[in-house]
């Protein structure tokens, strides 16, 4: 077995790296400047489009997508640890790369399921980042983590379908430049099997009866730099019956597949996350004294320290084996480690970023240190991309099929 990252790794690695600490990090401060002054809090600040066009000049664009007929080729392997560093500025490394959910789920859904057509109107400004995307498949009504509840129509009318629903926390939605919503909804509501009864059709952002009514909040963050999460309502809208993707009943399919990617890639984020936390934490604690030592003397804040870079070298053992087995036996192959990455990864990360709050004390809560973002950030994907009981649940079955 081995352990070491493969030369193009290291060389975009090392790459990556240098980007982060001349670019990246010092546009954090600048971006929220920034965004101040513009007119909408969700358009994008100028900054993010100066990262985009240096990661794009310098080829660390479009890193996540192993088509290379349409991405950089990489594998999952290749790009884990290129996505853990994204992480450590997970507002802006993953946009500025093009690497940012949900577009990055979006363009190989198109790559792997969309028609010629579709690829060219949608795909393609995707891939080049003249536009960003959403995935609106969750809705209030109904507990979407179980997808055959979904209630938004699909009704095929002629040579159009027409789209009624109500979809929240769609990401992405707020940001102007947020042009096509694949949504989820269901052709055929009364059909037999419930994961034939879904469909996924695109609708650009311009199409009347399209609303994007208000953004929903994340611990009272808007999560801008994301584009924010919007409540989206879909009031008779047409579109031509070519803007259905695959086929009638297909949707369920589709999701699944846009899913498992999308999990891993999280996880790679989180990784880095919970770096930045630790760095942020050790620094604190040997720049600030209590009671006669500094805080890094204390041996509670060492057994956090110690822990967390534990965890941090389990779980990422864990999310480079998951990523080794997708490239090799397939996305399905990888079902139970890619399940158990999403259990265990945001669960610990959540702690690790908690642990470094506490470490600043007052400042870990404070706008001044990127902690309480992150932590917020973190907590949504106990939830988000299936909840962890859902996951839970799946994986226990698959364990006890073997003793029954
Ligand atoms: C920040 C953020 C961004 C998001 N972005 C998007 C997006 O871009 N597009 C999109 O479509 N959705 C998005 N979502 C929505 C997210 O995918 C859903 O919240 C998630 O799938 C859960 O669905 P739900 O909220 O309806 O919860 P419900 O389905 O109502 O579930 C509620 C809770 O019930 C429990 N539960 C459910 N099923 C089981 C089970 N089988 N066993 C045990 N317990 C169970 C779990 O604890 C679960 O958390 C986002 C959410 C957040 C917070």
Known sequence: MDFAYDARTEELRAKLLAFMDE?????????????????????????????????????????????????????????????????RSPHLAPTALNCAAPDTGNMELLAQFGDEAQKKQWLEPLLTGEIRSAFAMTEPEVASSDATNIETRIRRDG???????????????????CRIFIVMGKT?????????????????????GVEVRRAMRVYGYEDHSHGGHAEVIFDGVRVPASHLIGEEGGGFAIAQARLGPGRIHHC???????????????????????????????GVVQNWIADARVTIEQLRLLVLKTAWL??????????????????????????????????????????????????????????????????????ARRELKKYL
């Open 23 to 87: 670019h990246v990090y010092p546009a954090e401060a600048t971006a929220e400047e920034q965004r101040a002054l513009l007119t909408s809090p969700w358009d994008t600040p100028a900054v993010v489009e100066e990262l985009k066009a240096e990661a794009k000049r310098q080829g660390l664009w479009n890193l996540f997508l192993p088509d290379a007929e349409y991405g950089a080729g990489l594998t999952n392997l290749q790009y884990a640890p290129l996505a853990e560093i994204t992480g």
């Open 159 to 177: 040579d159009s379908y027409v789209v009624d629903g109500r979809k929240w926390y769609i990401s992405g939605a707020m940001n102007p430049d």
């Open 188 to 208: 055929d509501p009364d059909g037999a099997d419930p994961r034939r009864q879904q469909s996924m059709i695109l609708v650009p952002r311009d199409t009347p």
């Open 268 to 298: 790679m984020r989180l990784i880095g996350m919970a770096e930045r936390a630790v760095e942020l934490m050790c620094r604190r604690a040997v720049s600030r004294t209590a009671f006669g030592k500094t805080i890094a003397q204390q």
């Open 326 to 395: 997708m490239d090799t036996v397939g996305n399905r192959g990888a079902h139970t480690e890619i399940q158990a990455i999403k259990i265990a990864t945001p669960r610990a990360v959540v702690d690790i970023i908690d642990k470094a709050v506490q470490a600043h004390g007052a400042g870990g809560v404070s706008q001044d240190f990127p902690l309480a973002e992150l932590w917020a950030a973190a907590r949504t994907l106990k939830l988000a991309d299936g909840p962890d009981e859902v996951h839970q649940r799946s994986l």
